[in-house]
């Protein structure tokens, strides 16, 4: 006989942003406040047997304290069937504007945890040169891919720079880093650490009287055979 309940499991997986007084919560918190949103929803979500039951739920990489993110993933487990775009829209009548879900999706494949296959963390920063950006980033380009690249601690947990002017502000300059959130024993690599390298950061931009005016975390990738794919796009 068929296990109806088993026919009718649905994964999702949801992105969803914190912003404002919001990025100042703990994953923890983050975390809490998405079960609460589910349960009012009224969805029903599966739980693990035994004494100490707990929700199929699993979240993306924390978020360091203070940086606004555009690119929190959870895979959670129901027990019924349900369409993405009502998933979404009953979750989200159930969280503040701070916190939104963006983005759903059904996974149909299997997949690991969300922590174990997140490989890469994207982080923008919009640096204020207080000059034409135009005529400094040719400059400035060389001396991060020399200083930060290749010269710092850093340059083992960096997969990637890249440095573009605004368009509507010659002052303003965006520095996309892609950094490594898992180690890759053939790439002989390190695990990025934000705090540390926000430091220095801060630090090293002096030298070019630089400021960071803002930063996120703007998405998190997958590696699929030479390629970064979001978690979206891998299932």
Same mark, same amino acid.
């Given at each position: 006989?068929?296990?109806?309940?088993?026919?009718?499991?649905?994964?999702?997986?949801?992105?969803?942003?914190?912003?404002?007084?919001?990025?100042?919560?703990?994953?923890?918190?983050?975390?809490?406040?998405?079960?609460?949103?589910?349960?009012?929803?009224?969805?029903? /979500? @599966?739980?693990?047997?035994?004494? =100490?039951?707990?929700?199929?739920?699993? $979240? #993306?990489?924390?978020?360091?304290? +203070?940086?606004?993110?555009?690119?929190?993933?959870?895979?959670?487990?129901?027990?019924?069937?349900?369409?993405?775009?009502?998933?979404?829209?009953?979750?989200?009548?159930?969280?503040?504007?701070?916190?939104?879900?963006?983005?759903?999706?059904?996974?149909? /494949? @299997?997949?690991?945890?969300?922590? =174990?296959?997140?490989?890469?963390?994207? $982080? #923008?920063?919009?640096?204020?040169? +207080?000059?034409?950006?135009?005529?400094?980033?040719?400059?400035?380009?060389?001396?991060?891919?020399?200083?930060?690249?290749?010269?710092?601690?850093?340059?083992?947990?960096?997969?990637?720079?890249?440095?573009?002017?605004?368009?509507?502000?010659?002052?303003? /300059?965006?520095?996309?880093?892609?950094?490594?959130?898992?180690?890759?024993?053939?790439?002989?690599?390190?695990?990025?650490?934000?705090?540390?390298?926000?430091?220095?950061?801060?630090?090293?931009?002096?030298?070019?009287?630089?400021?960071?005016?803002?930063?996120?975390?703007?998405?998190?990738?997958?590696?699929?055979?030479?390629?970064?794919?979001?978690?979206?796009?891998?299932?």
């Amino acid at each position: 006989m068929i296990n109806q309940k088993s026919v009718s499991e649905t994964k999702i997986r949801f992105k969803f942003y914190k912003k404002g007084e919001y990025k100042y919560l703990s994953h923890l918190d983050i975390s809490r406040m998405i079960m609460r949103a589910l349960n009012r929803a009224e969805l029903e /979500i @599966k739980y693990s047997q035994g004494y =100490n039951p707990k929700p199929k739920i699993n $979240f #993306s990489l924390p978020t360091p304290l +203070g940086i606004e993110s555009l690119a929190e993933y959870a895979d959670v487990l129901l027990d019924n069937d349900i369409s993405e775009n009502k998933f979404k829209k009953k979750v989200n009548l159930r969280l503040k504007p701070q916190m939104q879900i963006t983005e759903v999706k059904k996974v149909i /494949i @299997k997949t690991g945890s969300l922590m =174990n296959e997140i490989a890469i963390s994207l $982080f #923008s920063f919009k640096l204020d040169t +207080g000059c034409s950006s135009r005529h400094l980033i040719g400059k400035f380009y060389k001396a991060v891919e020399g200083d930060l690249m290749v010269k710092s601690d850093f340059s083992r947990t960096i997969f990637d720079l890249k440095i573009t002017p605004a368009k509507e502000n010659s002052d303003i /300059i965006f520095l996309k880093l892609f950094g490594y959130a898992k180690i890759f024993k053939e790439r002989d690599n390190e695990f990025f650490k934000f705090n540390n390298f926000y430091q220095f950061f801060g630090n090293w931009l002096r030298k070019y009287r630089t400021s960071i005016k803002d930063l996120k975390k703007e998405e998190l990738f997958i590696i699929k055979g030479n390629m970064l794919k979001t978690p979206m796009e891998v299932i």
